[in-house]
């Protein structure tokens, strides 16, 4: 057999080896596409929150109005208290963590300062389906949330408030100004101090 002969004879093996090669290419290409899509679907920690509101320690603080789990809240109306105001994700960790320190802090200060946390992510429960009431409503039982707390289905108040993060915890004093913004958890003591710098 010539070599010109071998060749050809080589080439059908060939064609049929690049054939795999370039399909087998192209199938993890694809793969690694829809990982990328489905992973970015859904903010994952508190660094990936969606929104970052222009807020700074001695501004006014932006008027909101909520429907809470112990009434309707509303900061444009003063109490003579100050507020301690929590955006949280129903999926995040981090605010499933906090809920047992705002519990803490909410039977300590209750009475003295107004306490509500505001949900602030589209994002369901599970961390799939969109966020509903219902995902407020298990997130309060399965923590066992004390303090008042409220569904937001337009996110109103995430976008005035959101720091980034979640939680974001943003402490306003009896003048209706910000005394204090925190972004993810925050322990026990430091709210504290903060709760009693505007009593």
């Not at 064609?15 to 993890?28: H, M, N, P, Q």
């Not at 004093?173 to 003591?189: L, M, P, Q």
Request: hydrophobic share 45%.
């Amino acid at each position: 057999m010539s070599r010109v002969q071998r060749r050809q004879a080589a080439a059908p093996g060939a064609d049929r080896r690049k054939l795999i090669l370039y399909g087998t290419l192209g199938v993890i290409a694809l793969i690694a596409i829809i990982a990328v899509a489905l992973a970015s679907r859904v903010p994952k920690s508190a660094s990936d929150a969606p929104l970052y509101a222009k807020l700074s320690v001695g501004d006014a603080a932006p008027p909101f109005a909520v429907a809470t789990t112990a009434g309707p809240f509303d900061l444009s109306k003063p109490d003579g208290k100050p507020t301690l105001l929590e955006i949280f994700a129903t999926w995040c960790p981090h605010c499933q963590n906090e809920t047992s320190v705002l519990n803490q802090l909410y039977e300590q200060y209750g009475q003295k300062v107004n306490f509500v946390a505001v949900s602030g992510s589209n994002v369901g429960m599970d961390g799939n389906s969109p966020e509903s009431q219902a995902d407020v409503v298990s997130f309060a039982q399965r923590f066992d949330v004390k303090y008042p707390i409220a569904y937001d289905p337009n996110l109103d108040v995430a976008k005035k408030y959101l720091q980034g993060g979640y939680p974001t915890i943003v402490v306003i004093d009896k003048a209706n100004k910000i005394a204090a913004i925190d972004s993810g958890e925050v322990d026990r003591a430091t709210l504290a101090k903060r709760l009693r710098a505007v009593l």
